[in-house]
């Protein structure tokens, strides 16, 4: 594990509530696609955080949601400033990209879930890891879609790229309506080729788990998320730390 400290650059209001977060640091900071950080802000408590840049990248890129009652998350979507410091440590995670893939890599990203699945996808595809890779993006409301100019510009470059985006709250022509487990059921009946990365809200990751095992799938990896207002409510209940603390 390394720790050092990076300079905000950029910050970009991608959709209500979430904020994504450019870093340049200030020594080399090597993880493999789909893990994640714990960062700091302003020598505050450390939070969890997935990297959506390619390992490669010269800067790193978090997107962070804004959670009720989550005091790091206000922090950082409403507060922080470009040319502030943060601590940065890691990396983190089991749910990184494996070198080679006989069938179809299948992305499954629920809000900021996103971050780690562009991570993978990217890096997947540059690096030919897999025949295919197809990108499952799930939200709520059309408005809380982020990062489709991005994802646009990645299937245009990549013919191996499809991406379907998902709205559980509103049907809006061009996306699919419905829970993500709901959609991928429809559109999967076998994947015992496809090899899955989940990342989003624990029931999120565990409703496709349940979808994809049921079909058959090769493997699943996933880091499911823990916002700060569940692992406070299991701290009251003595249940202790469970997953890791990121924001959805």
Do not use: C
């Amino acid at each position: 594990m390394r720790r050092l400290r990076a300079r905000i650059v950029d910050l970009t209001d991608a959709a209500p509530g979430v904020r994504v977060l450019g870093l340049v640091a200030d020594g080399p900071f090597p993880f493999k696609a789909g893990q994640y950080a714990a960062l700091s802000f302003r020598d505050g408590p450390w939070r969890d955080y997935s990297m959506a840049n390619a390992p490669d990248a010269s800067r790193l890129e978090f997107h962070i949601r804004e959670e009720a009652g989550g005091g790091v998350s206000r922090l950082a979507v409403r507060e922080l400033a470009i040319g502030e410091a943060v601590g940065v440590a890691g990396p983190f995670g089991e749910a990184y990209l494996r070198e080679n893939h006989p069938g179809t890599i299948l992305l499954v990203g629920g809000g900021t879930g996103l971050a780690p699945m562009m991570s993978i996808a990217e890096t997947a595809l540059r690096t030919r890891a897999a025949p295919s890779v197809r990108l499952y993006f799930g939200v709520r409301r059309a408005v809380d879609l982020y990062a489709e100019a991005v994802l646009a510009a990645l299937t245009r470059e990549w013919r191996d790229l499809s991406v379907v985006t998902a709205l559980s709250d509103e049907r809006v022509p061009g996306h699919s309506h419905g829970l993500l487990a709901d959609v991928i059921a429809q559109d999967i009946d076998d994947a015992r080729n496809m090899t899955a990365y989940l990342a989003g809200p624990p029931a999120m990751v565990e409703g496709v788990r349940t979808v994809l095992m049921a079909r058959g799938i090769a493997a699943i990896y996933a880091d499911p998320f823990v916002s700060e207002s569940e692992r406070a409510a299991r701290a009251a209940r003595g249940e202790g730390p469970a997953g890791r603390d990121a924001l959805d």
